[in-house]
């Protein structure tokens, strides 16, 4: 199943650099996660987590892990995709993770 909230994508934030300055939004695994490779999703109060991933492409080819950019003057929104592998059906209810994203020059 992939993420498709009206424009496929959402903003997963905005950067406002200064012009021609270089700069990388890089993410950690989020809190059910050792690796990247296994992002994954809880229920509260559930032990089992559903596996997800996140992507840095709308052909979720590229991992998200870093997206790097250059500064215009105007906000530029990163983007992020999600997909849900195919899996044992889980418990229904609302499942979240929080990924921190950190920016850098």
């Known amino acids: 199943m992939d993420a498709d909230l009206g424009t496929s994508s959402v903003d997963v934030s905005e950067v406002h650099c200064n012009p021609a300055v270089a700069y ?3 993410s950690d695994v989020g809190q059910n996660a050792p690796v990247v490779a296994d992002w994954a999703m809880k229920r509260t109060g559930e032990l089992e987590p559903v ?7 709308a ?15 105007t ?10 592998p195919p899996q044992a059906a889980p418990q229904f209810g609302a499942y979240r993770d929080v990924v921190t994203a950190t920016v850098g020059v």
């Open 24 to 26: 990388a939004v890089v």
């Open 51 to 57: 596996a997800c991933q996140i992507y840095s492409d």
């Open 59 to 73: 052909r979720r080819a590229r991992m998200l892990t870093s997206v790097a950019g250059t500064g215009t003057s």
């Open 75 to 84: 906000p530029s929104a990163s983007r992020m995709y999600g997909r849900v």
